[in-house]
């Protein structure tokens, strides 16, 4: 009777990890998949503002972003402490904004292209004057369709 | 020939995990789910000519004025942002018949105008508060219409059929440049 009698007690055994690579890996392609880089350097501060209408952006082969706010501390000896405008990776003015516009369009199919949506991201507290400016621009070039980023969340904040 | 054959070496794959860690922690750290989000808008389209000059009933219009110091003027009186809402459903729904308010829902405009010293932050809650409203009156209209909430769900059908009743008429006019910022 002896023959199958377990042995036990003296050591316990070693849990295998064998399967720990495996478990990793499979979390690891889950990032991979989901991750999106960040295709644009910031060279301008921005925080959107708070609000709570918000739509989500569909597709994003669809949308450009055009980044207004302060330049970043780095930049502020060259380009001052006004608002600016960056498109793709560099300082812009509002004259350049046709082409960028036209640029993106020429990426997207021809049957998609009324649905292409200008994201303005735009720091809360710089003024209207930059955004008015960036405004009657895409107006003028026929791109009506605009979204202003923006976070969820109430923010109530007092008229100074 | 001497084909002695040794056994396989066995690879050590037990730095395979820390590899993998590696690079789950680089991942991890890159990563960013948020979904960009905003408020969506359409421009007015541009024409060269100055808009006609078409005769619309005072009463029909709602305006709210924001100047530099991002202060409010709703239909000539000062107001704050939080009363903005109500007032707004108020005025486009006019439940008491008022002769001041909108005559009809569809007859509602709404005129925002700005300076372009205001902040946009200021500017973003205004129309946000002006949105909430649309929104919630179209709300309202969903649950009595159809007993159905108003989300992305909804048939078009059903929202044209709400939209046709209470449109989303907001219009913005040039803004005003007494507090620009200097350059």
Known sequence: ?160 | MGSKKRPATEINASSMADIAFLLLVFFLVTTTIDVERGITVRLPEWSEEPPENIQINKRNVFTVLVNAQNQLLVRGEQANVDELRERAKEFIMNPSKKEDLAEFPNAAIISLKNDRGTKYGTYIEVYNELKAAYNELWEEESMTQFGEHYSDDLPKAKKDKIKAKIPFVLSEAEATSYGEESK
Not at chain 1, 9 to 21: E, K, Q, R, Y
Not at chain 1, 63 to 92: C, N, W
Not at chain 1, 130 to 147: A, E, M, P, S
Request: aromatic residues 8%; charged residues 30%.
């Open chain 1, 1 to 160: 009777m002896g023959k199958f009698k377990k042995k036990r007690g003296d050591t316990t055994p070693a849990i295998s990890t064998a399967s720990l690579p495996d478990i990793v890996f499979i979390l690891l392609f889950f990032f991979m998949v989901i991750t999106k880089m960040r295709e644009t350097d910031l060279k301008v501060k921005v925080q959107v503002p708070q609000a709570t209408e918000l739509e989500k952006l569909e597709q994003k082969s669809l949308v450009h972003f055009i980044y207004i706010g302060r330049p970043m501390e780095r930049f502020q000896s060259i380009y001052g402490t006004a608002p600016r405008i960056q498109l793709d990776d560099s300082f812009k003015t509002v004259e350049d904004i046709p082409l960028f516009v036209e640029n993106h369009k020429q990426t997207v199919q021809p049957a998609l292209r009324n649905r292409i949506t200008s994201s303005l991201r735009v720091d809360g507290d710089i003024t209207m004057g930059i955004v008015q400016d960036v405004k009657t621009k895409l107006r003028r070039i026929g791109q009506l369709k605009v979204n202003y980023a923006a976070r969820r969340g109430v923010v109530k904040e007092k008229a100074d």
